[in-house]
């Protein structure tokens, strides 16, 4: 049974840093891509992030380039998303995603769907 289990959230001020860190079980990590999502008070979901399975690419959404990064340790089924350069509007709920394959195909998906979901984790950014 697939878990991901999203941690790192938190309240930082603006041009703060937080990393955020999902931890999976259940699968062969990697095998698969994953995904960072998110939604914003009022808002729907939208990808931040997409990391190949080999992490050899990653998808951003245009939003958080060159401020997010996103990376994975296959030999810890570990997913990271450092959020640097804060801004209020980035404040959400931050979820981790399993993909249905190696290549990011759920970076295609509008509104974002993925294979499993995890839980959120909340980050607030103040002024």
């Known amino acids: 049974q697939v878990h991901l289990e999203a941690s790192g959230g938190g309240l930082a001020q603006a041009g703060g840093s937080l990393r955020l860190s999902c931890a999976a079980s259940?699968?062969?990590?990697?095998?698969?891509?994953m995904a960072w999502a998110r939604q914003a008070p009022g808002k729907g979901f939208e990808w931040v992030a997409i990391i190949k399975a080999d992490g050899s690419f990653t998808y951003y959404a245009d939003s958080v380039k060159g401020r997010f990064t996103a990376s994975r340790d296959n030999a810890r089924n570990t997913l990271y998303l450092q959020m640097n350069s804060l801004k209020p509007e980035d404040t959400a709920l931050y979820l981790c995603a399993k993909d249905w394959d190696a290549h990011g195909t759920a970076w295609y998906t509008h509104p974002p769907a993925a294979d499993s979901w995890g839980q959120g984790t909340q980050v607030t950014v103040s002024t």
């Open positions: 259940g699968f062969t990590f990697s095998d698969y891509a």
